[in-house]
C-alpha cells in the first residue's frame, strides 16, 4: 500500500513538474525570470477614450482610404493573376506621393517577380542604425484580406507619412513584404526572409524590426480572445487590445516599445516574450528576423485567436475597427520616435 501510494506521488510530482516546464518553455522565462506571463511594464489602458483629435481624423482617413483601395478596388493579392503586382505599384506610388525615394528587391519566383518596396528616411546622427517598420501586403487567393494584412500595410503607410518630414537620429525604413501567405509562408521565397537574409549578407545594423500584422479588429464581449494553451491562464479573454510579441532575444526591444505605447495611447495593451514554437507566435515577417538573429517584435490584434474571419472570403473592411486602428498607429508614432532617437 505504502509502495503504491508513493508510486502515485512520484506520477503527481512528475506530472506538476512537466507542466511547470512546458510553461517555462512556453513563455519564454527562466527560474530567475525576468517575464512573468501578462506582466509587462506600465499599464494598459483602461478607461473613457477622447474624441480623436483632428491629426488622428487625418491618419484614419488615410487608413481607410488605403485600407478600401487594397481589399475593395483590388481585392486578393497574390503571384498567380498579377494582382500583387497592382498592389506593389499602389504601395510604391503612395511612398512617393510621400516624397521617399524608394526602391524596391526583386526577387525571382516560379519565373514570376516578387517586389519588397522600401522607403527609407535617413538617421540625422547614427544613420547606420536601423529600424525597421513594415508588413506583407499580400493575401491568399480567396480572400480580399482586408484586416490580414491591408491593415498592417495601411499601419505602415500612415506611419511613413507621419514621419515623412520629420527626421530621426537613427534611419527609419518602412518597408512592404512579398509573399507572406501560403504557399510561401516561412519558405525561400517569403519576401521577408529574402531582405532580412540581405540585410545580414551586407552587415547593416537593425537595432529594431516592428512587424504590423493584422491589425484592425477589437471586440468588448467577454470571451472573444482565445490563446493556445497555457496563456490563456495569463491574458484577458477580451479581445480589446494590441498585442505586443517576442522572443527571448527581442525583449528589449518588446519592454521599450510597450513603455512607450502604454504611455502615450489610448488603447489597451498587452505583451509576451513567447517561444516561437508556440502556435501564432511566429507567424509573420518578424520570424524572418529573427532567423538571423535580428531584434524584432509583432504588433496584431492575434488574428486566428480573436478574428473570426481570419483567410477568410469575409475578411472585408466593414469589419475594421477604424477608430481604434488609428489610437494604435498613434501610440507606434511615439514607439518609433522613441526608438529612433536613443
Same mark, same amino acid.
Given at each position: 500500500?505504502?509502495?503504491?501510494?508513493?508510486?502515485?506521488?512520484?506520477?503527481?510530482?512528475?506530472?506538476?513538474?512537466?507542466?511547470? +516546464?512546458?510553461?517555462?518553455?512556453?513563455?519564454?522565462?527562466?527560474?530567475?525570470?525576468?517575464?512573468?506571463?501578462?506582466?509587462?511594464?506600465?499599464?494598459?489602458?483602461?478607461?473613457?477614450? #477622447?474624441?480623436?483629435?483632428?491629426?488622428? +481624423?487625418?491618419?484614419?482617413?488615410?487608413?481607410? #482610404?488605403?485600407?478600401?483601395?487594397?481589399?475593395?478596388?483590388?481585392?486578393?493579392?497574390?503571384?498567380?493573376?498579377?494582382?500583387?503586382?497592382?498592389?506593389?505599384?499602389?504601395?510604391?506610388?503612395?511612398?512617393?506621393?510621400?516624397?521617399?525615394?524608394?526602391?524596391?528587391?526583386?526577387?525571382?519566383?516560379?519565373?514570376?517577380?516578387?517586389? #519588397?518596396?522600401?522607403?527609407e528616411l535617413k538617421g540625422t546622427e547614427d544613420a547606420d542604425k536601423i529600424i525597421i517598420i513594415g508588413g506583407h501586403y499580400d493575401t491568399g487567393a480567396n480572400t480580399k484580406g482586408a484586416n490580414d494584412n491591408a491593415s498592417g500595410i495601411a499601419a505602415t503607410l500612415a506611419l511613413a507619412k507621419i514621419f515623412s518630414n520629420k527626421h530621426q537620429k537613427y534611419t527609419i525604413r518602412f518597408v512592404a513584404f512579398a509573399n507572406e501567405e501560403p504557399p510561401y509562408f516561412h519558405s525561400e521565397t517569403m519576401g521577408s526572409?529574402?531582405?532580412?537574409?540581405?540585410?545580414?549578407?551586407?552587415?547593416? #545594423?537593425?537595432?529594431?524590426?516592428?512587424?504590423?500584422?493584422?491589425?484592425?479588429?477589437?471586440?468588448?464581449?467577454?470571451?472573444?480572445?482565445?490563446?493556445?494553451?497555457?496563456?490563456?491562464?495569463?491574458?484577458?479573454?477580451?479581445?480589446?487590445?494590441?498585442?505586443?510579441?517576442?522572443?527571448?532575444?527581442?525583449?528589449?526591444?518588446?519592454?521599450?516599445?510597450?513603455?512607450?505605447?502604454?504611455?502615450?495611447?489610448?488603447?489597451?495593451?498587452?505583451?509576451?516574450?513567447?517561444?516561437?514554437?508556440?502556435?501564432?507566435?511566429?507567424?509573420?515577417?518578424?520570424?524572418?528576423?529573427?532567423?538571423?538573429?535580428?531584434?524584432?517584435?509583432?504588433?496584431?490584434?492575434?488574428?486566428?485567436?480573436?478574428?473570426?474571419?481570419?483567410?477568410?472570403?469575409?475578411?472585408?473592411?466593414?469589419?475594421?475597427?477604424?477608430?481604434?486602428?488609428?489610437?494604435?498607429?498613434?501610440? +507606434?508614432?511615439?514607439?518609433?520616435?522613441?526608438?529612433?532617437?536613443?
Open positions: 500500500m505504502i509502495k503504491m501510494l508513493f508510486t502515485h506521488i512520484l506520477r503527481i510530482s512528475l506530472v506538476t513538474s512537466l507542466i511547470l +516546464l512546458l510553461i517555462l518553455l512556453i513563455t519564454g522565462c527562466t527560474i530567475f525570470g525576468t517575464n512573468i506571463p501578462g506582466k509587462m511594464p506600465g499599464t494598459s489602458f483602461d478607461g473613457s477614450v #477622447n474624441a480623436l483629435t483632428p491629426a488622428e +481624423l487625418s491618419i484614419k482617413s488615410d487608413l481607410f #482610404n488605403h485600407i478600401d483601395y487594397l481589399s475593395e478596388t483590388i481585392g486578393p493579392r497574390h503571384m498567380e493573376d498579377g494582382s500583387l503586382y497592382r498592389a506593389a505599384e499602389y504601395i510604391k506610388s503612395e511612398f512617393s506621393k510621400m516624397g521617399y525615394q524608394t526602391t524596391t528587391q526583386d526577387y525571382k519566383v516560379d519565373n514570376k517577380i516578387a517586389r #519588397n518596396i522600401i522607403a526572409l529574402v531582405y532580412a537574409r540581405q540585410l545580414k549578407a551586407d552587415n547593416e #545594423n537593425i537595432i529594431a524590426m516592428l512587424s504590423l500584422e493584422t491589425m484592425g479588429y477589437y471586440s468588448n464581449e467577454k470571451g472573444s480572445q482565445k490563446y493556445p494553451p497555457p496563456l490563456n491562464w495569463f491574458y484577458p479573454d477580451t479581445g480589446n487590445f494590441i498585442g505586443f510579441v517576442s522572443n527571448l532575444n527581442s525583449e528589449d526591444l518588446l519592454y521599450r516599445a510597450i513603455t512607450s505605447f502604454r504611455k502615450n495611447s489610448e488603447m489597451p495593451s498587452e505583451g509576451g516574450i513567447i517561444a516561437d514554437f508556440v502556435p501564432g507566435v511566429g507567424w509573420s515577417d518578424h520570424w524572418s528576423f529573427w532567423q538571423v538573429d535580428y531584434p524584432a517584435i509583432m504588433v496584431t490584434d492575434t488574428a486566428v485567436f480573436r478574428y473570426p474571419h481570419y483567410h477568410r472570403s469575409t475578411d472585408t473592411i466593414d469589419k475594421i475597427d477604424f477608430d481604434s486602428l488609428t489610437r494604435v498607429v498613434s501610440g +507606434l508614432e511615439k514607439v518609433v520616435e522613441n526608438l529612433a532617437n536613443k
